[in-house]
Structures are given as C-alpha cells and as structure tokens.
C-alpha cells in the first residue's frame, strides 16, 4: 500500500511537470485572473472600436477616452495653471495680480536657472539681459530686460514668456511653469540694485568733483 502511494505520487509528479512546460507561452492555471490580465486601458495596445469610442456623441454606448487627463488636473508636482487670459487687459492688469509662487532662489538653483536662461534667452537677450545677444541684430525689435523688467510685476514677465509677445514667441513648451517662475526670479537678479540711502551716486560724485572750492 505504501509502494503504490509513492509510486502515484512519483506518477502525479512527473504529469505535472511535464503539463506545466508544455507551453512556456501558456501560463497554465490563473488563480486570480483579474490580476493576470488587465481590464484597464494599455496605453500602446490596439483599441478596440466597439468598446473605446473618442467621440463625446458617442460616449453613452462606448466607454470615451480621448488619451487626455480629465479637465482641471494637474500632474503630480506640477504648479497651477497660468489662467490669465492672452489679451491686452491680461498683459496690463491682470497679469499684475499673479504672484510669483516659486520662493527665491537657492545657490543651486540659481546656477540651473541661469544655465537655462542662458540656453533659451540669451541667444537674444544677452547674459545680462541686455537685448545684445547674437540674434539681437538680426531679428531687431529685441528688449533690453532689464531696463523694461522693473517696471513690470513678475506675473507680467511671465506672461511674456508663457504667450510671447511681438517677435518673441511663446516659451510654455521649451520650459516648465516652475522654470519659467525661476527665470523671472533670475532677471530680477540681473536688475541694477538701488543705491542704499544716503549713499553717493556717480552723477553726485562728478559734480562734487567738478566744482571748484572758493
């Protein structure tokens, strides 16, 4: 009794052996089929037509999906929206009531902003923003940055970049929101600091210089 347990164990051994590497492409028995295959959308899968539909008419009878995030997201990480609107009362007033929500720069972080702004800005506007860049001439029309930048919020100067403006073109897909906030930290740095008060300017100083003691 004791030979023939073994040996049916040895027999059920081997035929399971031999049933599970018939087919290395057949993963046998599922114990959790949901798990093992997806009922999700694959994203490089081909669609099938008459169960995925990209017509919102449509959407009652086929499940819609149009490859798009649902309206009003925002990926992980990413800032919120720039909603002012491209137009002239957006540039000149509204713009102005946006706030930077990036905090100042760090060491590092003003190395890669500068890195970037000279990648991106100063082919035209120069290193120092000073609308001297190699394309200045060419193109014509380029803005010193920072002549015009302190009179402009920084919701205004990111404006520009978001929708560009005059020969400028729009930069909201060569850099990220949180980028383009960087570089309007980064032009502010670029700014002429103000004198401190009671501090002698140049002009002062020549007309000290200049008038004759009696």
Request: glycine share 8%; hydrophobic share 35%; net charge positive.
């Amino acid at each position: 009794m004791k030979k023939i347990a073994i040996i049916a164990t040895l027999v059920l051994s081997m035929a399971t052996v031999f049933i599970g590497c018939k087919d290395k492409r057949s993963p046998g028995s599922v114990y959790m089929p949901d798990m093992a295959y997806s009922r999700a959308y694959e994203s490089y899968a081909k669609r099938d037509s008459s169960v995925f539909t990209m017509d919102p008419n449509d959407a009652g009878h086929k499940i819609f999906f149009n490859n798009r995030p649902p309206a009003g997201t925002i990926k992980r990480g990413e800032l919120f929206p720039f909603n002012v609107p491209n137009d002239s009362n957006g540039l000149l007033n509204l713009s102005s009531l946006v706030t930077n929500p990036v905090p100042a720069l760090s060491t590092k972080d003003s190395l890669e902003t500068a890195r970037l702004f000279n990648i991106n800005c100063a082919v035209c506007h120069g290193a120092k923003a000073e609308n001297n860049g190699p394309l200045a001439p060419k193109i014509g029309g380029v803005k010193s940055i920072v002549a015009a930048s302190p009179g402009y919020s920084d919701g205004r100067i990111f404006f520009v970049m978001e929708y560009g403006q005059n020969n400028m073109g729009s930069y909201a897909s060569q850099l990220t929101r949180e980028q383009r906030w960087k570089i309007v930290h980064y032009i502010r740095s670029l700014q002429p600091k103000a004198a401190a008060p009671g501090t002698t300017t140049d002009a002062a100083a020549k007309v000290d210089s200049a008038t004759v003691k009696k």
